[in-house]
């Protein structure tokens, strides 16, 4: 699967699952759980300990899914995450040195931006898709509306506050696709084992994607 293959599969799916807990076996219980669900996308992020064993190990697991790195936050660090078999690389924000090991694998980069001049040097540095963090506290949707104007074919992922009650808002104001963590993955559903819990959740947010999108395609 080629780097524009992978964005093409977020932008489909519209949603960016991103895995934060605190063990291997908690990453391997939801990431199973989402990618047997619906949601053939996961983003393994760094915090979680042994987070490159399991970025390596979902790919054994599931060699069609797209399986990803988050909160990379240094260019070797990316290139372990590449080493592992990540498929995309995010970050919280734009670090150029992340962006060009990630391209010099050939894999998707989708760093953080947040202002309009993030968003330029994100562009310029080669970003594939640009995550807008956070936007919950700037302005939720009317941010990324805002951000839409003048970047109308940039690849905008909102992440930072997206939940059930502001998901259908952000598509609708041109977000790409949305990254969402605890909303979609909540703590006590993790140490529970509620498979149905989160893979409802899963299909609630899909379609909820769905469904924005063909609101504004009857527009």
Not at 23 to 43: M, Y
Not at 46 to 75: E, F, K, N, Q, Y
Not at 161 to 167: D, I, L, P, R, Y
Request: proline letters at 5%; charged letters at 20%; one cysteine or more.
């Amino acid at each position: 699967m080629t780097k524009a293959d992978v964005c093409r599969r977020i932008t489909e799916v519209g949603i960016l699952p991103a895995i934060r807990v605190t063990s291997r076996d908690d990453a391997f219980f939801v990431a199973d759980t989402i990618l047997n669900g619906g949601i053939p996308i996961v983003e393994v992020t760094m915090t979680v300990p042994g987070a490159l064993d399991v970025v390596s190990s979902l790919r054994a697991r599931h060699p069609g899914a797209v399986i990803g790195a988050g909160t990379v936050l240094d260019a070797t660090v990316a290139r372990h995450c590449l080493d592992a078999g990540a498929m995309f690389i995010t970050s919280p924000g734009l670090d150029e040195r992340i962006v060009e090991a990630t391209h010099q694998g050939n894999v998707a980069a989708i760093p953080g931006a947040l202002t309009p001049s993030e968003v330029m040097s994100a562009l310029t540095a080669g970003a594939d898709m640009i995550k807008i963090f956070p936007c919950a506290p700037v302005g939720g949707a009317a941010y990324i509306r805002a951000l839409h104007a003048p970047f109308p074919k940039v690849h905008l992922i909102a992440s930072g506050g997206v939940h059930q009650q502001t998901a259908v808002s952000f598509i609708e104001a041109g977000a790409a696709a949305l990254g969402i963590g605890e909303d979609l993955i909540p703590h006590e559903a993790v140490q529970a084992r509620k498979t149905e819990w989160i893979q409802e959740l899963a299909h609630r947010f899909l379609g909820m994607v769905q469904r924005a999108r063909g609101e504004k395609a009857n527009r």
